[in-house]
């Protein structure tokens, strides 16, 4: 079944910028619906598109804990979130002690960390973008994501399982020839009501190397999602991080200044 733009852009025209997000986000489940029904040819894009709008909204605000396992030690960390579109984001720790005012900053491509103890901010160059985020097994890459899928990789359907009745879609995304990506590729298990289950990054021998599988699925701020990640290397099975979203709200009203240097460094939220 074909959905013809033509006759939707009118009608989106007199929604508001919220509804018009919510009604996009259920054309793209529709879509994929439409095209599973037809044939094991589904819409890549659409499902992908669909799955990152999912857990982003217009906007966004959460708050998280993040768990760091190792061998002989664990760390556990608290942090809120700010998200506007696919490409803003800012994520700052709240607790323990020790690490409040610790700050990430991304504006575009562009990502700048902030600690308080040296009280300034610092720009990551793109060769640092593959090193571990906060000493988890979450890199800045991981954090920075929001639409590399779409832009920087071919995506393409290779297999359709089940999950709990719900078809799963596995795509594999390749990097496009001129793509800054380190990887392979990437695999990403997708289930049909676009929540992400799963996510592996091979190397380039085609060798799986880091997985992140989603534990718990639950709704938050009226969306069903992943509620708890856990990140990790294949080989290192004794070690991993863990995020779960304790609390998330879509489409909140962010100003524009906190997606700035003075927000990232002042500290202050809305």
């Not at 025209?13 to 009604?23: K, P």
């Not at 984001?89 to 005012?101: E, H, K, N, S, Y």
């Not at 909140?252 to 809305?270: A, E, H, N």
Request: one cysteine or more.
């Amino acid at each position: 079944m074909a959905i013809s733009t033509r006759l939707i852009s009118p009608a989106l025209q007199c929604l508001t910028s919220v509804a018009r997000r919510v009604v996009v986000l259920n054309l793209a489940l529709l879509t994929v619906l439409c095209a599973t029904q037809a044939s094991e040819e589904i819409d890549v894009v659409a499902l992908v598109t669909g799955s990152i709008d999912q857990t982003r909204g217009l906007s966004s605000y959460a708050e998280m804990s993040m768990l760091i396992k190792r061998p002989s030690w664990q760390r556990q960390s608290t942090l809120k979130a700010w998200t506007r579109g696919r490409e803003d984001a800012l994520i700052r720790f709240v607790a323990p002690t020790r690490d409040v005012g610790n700050a990430l900053l991304k504006q575009g491509e562009r990502m700048w960390t902030y600690t308080p103890k040296l009280n300034k901010s610092i720009r990551l160059p793109g060769g640092m973008m593959s090193q571990s985020w906060a000493g988890s097994d979450f890199s800045y890459n991981d954090m920075s994501r929001s639409d590399k899928w779409l832009r920087d990789y071919t995506l393409e359907h290779v297999d359709t399982e089940q999950n709990e009745g719900q078809a799963v879609y596995v795509i594999d995304a390749v990097p496009r020839e001129n793509a800054a990506v380190v990887w392979g590729k990437e695999q990403l298990r997708i289930r049909e009501d676009l929540v992400l289950l799963e996510l592996t990054y091979f190397d380039q021998d085609m060798q799986p190397v880091r997985r992140m599988v989603s534990l718990s699925i639950g709704e938050r701020g009226g969306r069903v999602m992943a509620t708890r990640m856990r990140m990790q290397e294949v080989d290192k099975p004794d070690q991993y991080t863990e995020l779960e979203y304790l609390d998330m709200d879509f489409d909140v009203d962010v100003p524009d200044r906190m997606f700035t240097l003075f927000s990232l460094q002042s500290g202050r939220s809305r």
